[in-house]
């Protein structure tokens, strides 16, 4: 009797040695002492993601944060129990630095590349531990343009600690059940004190990561008018000195989608005690340093989990068998994979230029245009790459069969985790908005067509049409805005103005990749790539408008 058939699962490789394309990307990027310099802990680092942490993550698929709010005598305690892994997480995040590297700025500029780099390889076995770095990221970078000096002098230390047992992890507390986009609308009130500090009372909706030791929170000082301008940005420690809570109850976890080991939180504040960053308005700006850099963690995070999912899809399609031949030799599903591929190099080489450009803003070392294509590709970076990663995700789950949908196999949790980067960290249409309306577009898009320009510059001749199609998918949303339609036709076509602004800057960045890879004598994948990606949808602006959804919707 021959042997009932099993299975093999896809083997996920060291995610360093496996990932050609970043290292790739970092050789064409870094300087080569720089990239001597981070190398090896690159390679742990990948190591480490596609070997211990990831069969972790798998043993640890069922286990989920717990709440315990009384102790057996009656005292509110309100403990949270993190998961296995995401306490494993914790002190590999900060052995590497993952929050510390670019405050150390060892390689000037080139630091955030080596952070993100970092990031890129550990996030998709870290059960979303990203999120509270991200938070850390920007608390700390809040922080420090506050110049507030006792609250630097406090904090910054511990968030960039690469000491597992001081490195603090900072919240975000922005988003009550009024609103998270329009968080002008938050009720939460501030009252003075004789001292100097602050109570707050109000409810926080959405608290991510309700474990950290600190979190930048906005409120409303008393008597000040209504909307963003009138909230401030307060810093408060979670414990007092004594580790009771400061003035906050954790309410419940909330029962979501995804994110499941993430304990996101709706807290109530009772005369929490916390101190103005910086000034008593203008909250909604004051706290912008910190959404510049969760963004950011938000684009590179999407190109990780696009990785994630191509790597396993690949691994897979070399272990299947369909119709008398392995999956990665039939020519339709060979389609798929490479659609998925071209897509994550895209995704991965557009949140990158956001991280290039974010190294040298905090080096100092920018100029007016490469500022003005900072503040445009922020937003546009993390609405794209988040939608990308969701559409690749989804298919990648398909190139499994119905293994794809099957919890114990690990993959369903990707989908329903990368499900929540379109969500957080602003929608896509409230960035599309912002990127259009808020960041001086027709100043950003001169500087992404000065950039397209130069990216494309001296392509392959097989690459010209590429090339034209990216500078005049730029040209045109350039008209567009130039053209000024009144407000309501340009709130109804900014998500086709960021797409398109988002994929002729992919596009472009991928023909700047493939001459390198050209002058490297390896021209072949690079260039057939970008090809690829220019015969897709690269030009919106064409489509829809506001008169045509309105008949739509009757
Ligand atoms: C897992 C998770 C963790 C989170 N963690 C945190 C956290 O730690 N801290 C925190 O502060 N928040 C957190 N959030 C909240 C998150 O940032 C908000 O949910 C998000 O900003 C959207 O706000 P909202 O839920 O109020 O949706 P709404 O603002 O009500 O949006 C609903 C829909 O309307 C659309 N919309 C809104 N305004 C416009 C407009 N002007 N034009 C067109 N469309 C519009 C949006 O795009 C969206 O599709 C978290 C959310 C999730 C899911």
Redesign the pocket.
């Known amino acids: 009797m021959s042997e009932p058939f099993t299975q093999s699962p896809p083997r996920l490789g060291d995610q360093w040695d496996d990932d050609a394309f970043l290292r790739d990307y970092l050789a064409r990027v870094l300087p080569p002492e720089v990239r001597r310099d981070v190398e090896p802990d690159l390679a742990a680092l990948g190591a480490l993601s596609g070997g211990a942490l990831y069969d972790l993550q798998l043993q640890d698929r069922l286990s989920e944060p717990r709440l315990t709010q009384w102790d057996a005598w009656g005292n509110r305690i309100d403990r949270i129990e993190l998961t296995p892994l995401w306490q494993r997480a914790a002190h590999v995040a900060a052995r590497h630095g993952l929050v510390a590297i670019p405050y150390e700025q060892r390689h000037g500029r080139w630091s955030r590349i080596h952070q993100f780099a970092a990031v890129y390889l550990f996030h998709p076995s870290s059960d979303l531990y990203t ?1 509270p770095l991200a ?1 850390t990221d920007g608390a700390a970078r809040t922080l420090l343009g506050s110049r507030h000096v006792a609250l630097i002098d406090r904090a910054v230390p511990l968030l960039a600690s690469r000491d597992p047992e001081r490195a603090w992890t900072s ?5 009550e059940a009024t ?4 968080v002008g609308t938050s009720t939460t009130r501030a009252v003075p004190l004789d001292d100097g500090t602050w109570h707050l009372y109000g409810k ?6 309700a474990t950290s030791e600190m979190a930048l929170a906005l409120a409303r000082p008393e008597g000040n008018g209504p909307g963003g301008s009138g909230l401030a940005v307060f810093y408060l420690e979670t414990r007092n000195a004594d580790g009771t809570p400061n003035g906050i109850r954790v309410e419940r976890l ?1 029962e ?1 989608l995804g ?1 499941r080991k ?1 304990p ?1 939180a709706e807290l109530q504040l009772d005369g929490t005690v916390a101190y103005a960053v910086c000034g008593t308005d203008r909250g909604t700006r004051n706290i912008e340093p910190m959404l510049r850099i969760t963004r950011a963690w938000n684009s590179v995070t999407a190109a990780s989990f696009m990785r994630r999912a191509v790597a396993l899809a690949r691994a897979y399609a070399a272990e299947r068998r369909a119709f008398g031949a392995r999956l990665d030799a039939l020519p339709l599903h060979q389609e798929t994979l490479a659609d998925l591929e071209v897509a994550t190099r895209a995704a991965t080489l557009l949140a990158f230029e956001l991280v290039e450009l974010m190294g040298r803003d905090e080096a100092g070392e920018i100029d007016d245009a490469q500022r003005a294509l900072l503040r445009l590709v922020t937003p546009i970076a993390k609405l794209l790459t988040a939608k990308q990663a969701v559409a690749a995700v989804s298919e990648a789950i398909e190139a499994f069969g119905g293994a794809g949908y099957v919890e114990d196999t690990g993959l369903p949790t990707l989908l329903r985790d990368t499900q ?1 980067l379109p ?8 960035l599309a ?1 912002d990127a259009l309306l808020r960041t001086h577009a027709e100043a950003g898009l001169g500087a992404v067509q000065r950039r397209i320009a130069a990216a494309v510059e001296g392509a392959p001749p097989d690459l010209a049409d590429a090339a034209a199609a990216a500078a005049a998918a730029a040209a045109h949303a350039a008209a567009w805005v130039r053209a000024a339609p009144d407000r309501r036709e340009t ?1 109804a076509g900014a998500r086709r103005f960021a797409y398109t602004v988002g994929r002729a800057l992919e596009l472009a960045l991928l023909i700047e990749h493939a001459r390198w890879a050209e002058r490297e004598g390896r021209r072949g994948s690079a260039v057939a790539a970008a090809r690829r990606f220019a015969r897709g949808r690269i030009d919106e602006m064409g489509d829809g408008g506001a008169d045509e959804a309105e008949s739509v919707l009757g």
């Open positions: 999120c938070m919240g975000q507390w922005m988003t609103g998270g986009s329009d926080k909706w959405f608290t991510s990561a909330k979501k994110t993430l996101t929540v969500i957080w960290e602003g929608t896509t249409n409230v908005l709130q």
